[in-house]
């Protein structure tokens, strides 16, 4: 499964706290340990990094030849593909950095470009900012599913801050998403259904959505798994595989050891480990919230039994 990074939050006001506190050196300071970084082959993007540009390359394989292994994503038409974005948004756009921002038309027109290059076999796309649904309307590849954490004209809010930096720390709907992706082991039967129901208006103050008219599948038979991750099926082989390209390797040897072997059955998949019976997770236990409409509906009838009770004529004694 290939993850495509977005900046967080949180990693930018921290630099923006550094560069206030220690100047123009903790600046020279900062950009040669991110070349350091860089360099030791780690696969983390610096915030510098994360543009417009270098996302959409970054999807559509458009990069240069020199690029390593760690900053591509190396998929093809059976790679099911998570994108995860989060951050200020409006109608129709996301902000990167705060100086420039993404459009829903060309997040589209790079997923065409993914799908025509055979870069993917499902996507999964999710994103949490304001007027969220926005981004995924004009969407028109095939095999794509969205979700997003508000309709058009709605807000994102917050979670909670925390008191020491000043800042909020995560967002209302990746607070309840990620509280639901908590319980899913990799023998989970849960699906898409059951991730569209995770942050209800009660909870998150906002309506999420999500579009499923360019998903081939029914969103009930595709498992949470299929993209956060499962045990996938191996294939055992016997043959020899040259990883050499224009080299020519004598295998003599092992074509005379394998005509006196006798012959073999078809191979197939290996079975998969019994995780149901191996991994023994207790059930987190959640906050009980009243459904909607609970708390008008019990005023309601609090009110009803009293001018049953007491008339009209007793509220002068109340007010």
């Known amino acids: 499964m290939a993850v495509t990074y977005c900046l967080s939050r949180p990693a930018t006001a921290l630099a923006a706290v550094l560069f206030l506190s220690f100047g123009s050196v903790a600046a020279s300071h900062i950009e040669d340990q991110a070349e350091q970084f860089f360099r030791s082959g780690h696969t983390n993007n610096w915030a510098v990094l994360v543009t417009v540009e270098n996302f959409l390359r970054v999807l559509t394989g458009r990069i240069p030849p020199s690029t390593p292994r760690s900053k591509r994503l190396l998929s093809d038409d059976r790679s099911n593909i998570l994108i995860y974005m989060t951050g200020h948004g409006g109608n129709g756009f996301l902000k990167f950095q705060d100086s420039e921002e993404i459009t829903n038309i060309e997040l589209a027109d790079a997923f065409e470009q993914m799908w025509q290059k055979r870069r993917y076999n499902e996507l999964l796309f999710i994103i949490d ?24 004209g709605e807000d994102s809010l917050s979670h909670q801050p925390d008191p020491a930096i000043g800042v909020h ?21 849960t699906n898409m259904n059951d991730l569209f129901q995770v942050c209800p208006k009660s909870l998150c103050v906002s309506t999420p959505g999500h579009r499923t008219d360019l998903f081939q599948r029914d969103p009930k038979n595709v498992l949470i798994t299929d993209f956060f991750g499962s045990v996938r099926k191996v294939e055992i082989t016997t043959e020899t595989i040259n990883l050499q390209q224009g080299s020519e390797i004598m295998e003599s040897s092992y074509k005379e050891d394998q005509m006196d072997e006798e012959p073999m059955e078809p191979l197939k998949y290996a079975e998969q480990l019994p995780v149901a019976q191996i991994i023994h997770q207790k059930p987190k236990l959640k906050d009980w919230h009243p ?3 609970f708390i008008l509906g019990l005023w309601a009838l609090i009110i009803m039994v009293f001018f049953k009770t007491y008339g009209i004529k007793h509220m002068k004694f109340i007010f």
Request: charged share 15%.
């Open 129 to 152: 900012t304001c007027q969220g649904a926005s981004m995924y309307e004009r969407f028109y590849s095939p095999n794509i599913m969205a979700l997003a954490s508000s309709q058009v």
């Open 169 to 189: 720390l995560m967002d209302r709907y990746t607070f309840y998403v990620l509280e639901f992706l908590e319980e899913i082991n990799p023998a989970s039967q």
């Open 291 to 293: 459904p909607g409409g």
